[in-house]
């Protein structure tokens, strides 16, 4: 099976699926591209114009969370999600608070005016604030697996200083 991963080089959701990919051991293609000059068979794939999109045959999905999801239930291991239905719809919670509360700040910090990109890195900032706390307690959000939070979180966490945001430190 070969899966094409349509993926702009900085963009941190593309980032997700490839961690995912590169997780699962699979055999897939990625094609980086430019972010500020896309290819117009991207909008024809995606509707929303935006990256990542995963084709794989006939299947073209987009949404990072969307994909990443279908990869980790059509390649179970290592498993992303738990497996209890419970864990499962809390993770699933976890996620999308991080799309309301975090990546849709990075939208501003990317493209918003300085009011907006200030704004957004003190809202990035606090939320980060909230969750380290976990981290001191256990290795990933978790517990002692690598999930897909962790998935969804490293991409922005490695571009905190490109984003110009300033995590307190802990004492």
Not at 81 to 91: I, K, L, S, Y
Request: net charge negative; with cysteine.
């Amino acid at each position: 099976i070969m899966m094409n991963l349509y993926s702009g080089t900085t963009c941190p959701f593309s980032q997700r699926c490839r961690i995912v990919l590169y997780e699962k051991g699979m055999d897939f293609q990625i094609i980086d591209v430019d972010m500020f000059n896309k290819p117009e068979d991207i909008a024809v794939m995606n509707p929303y114009n935006r990256l990542p999109v995963l084709v794989e045959r006939d299947l073209i999905l987009y949404e990072a969370n969307i994909i990443n999801e279908y990869i980790d239930e059509r390649f179970p291991h290592p498993q992303l999600m738990p497996a209890d239905p419970v864990m499962r719809a809390r993770a699933r919670l976890f996620l999308f608070s991080f799309e309301v509360e975090l990546f849709s700040q990075v939208d501003l910090v990317e493209n918003g005016n300085a009011r907006q990109q200030e704004k957004a890195r003190s809202q990035i900032c606090d939320r980060l604030t909230e969750l380290a706390p976990v981290f001191t307690k256990q290795k990933y959000m978790l517990g002692d697996d690598f999930s897909m939070l962790d998935v969804s979180l490293a991409p922005l966490l490695w571009r905190l200083d490109f984003y110009n945001v300033a995590l307190p430190k802990s004492g």
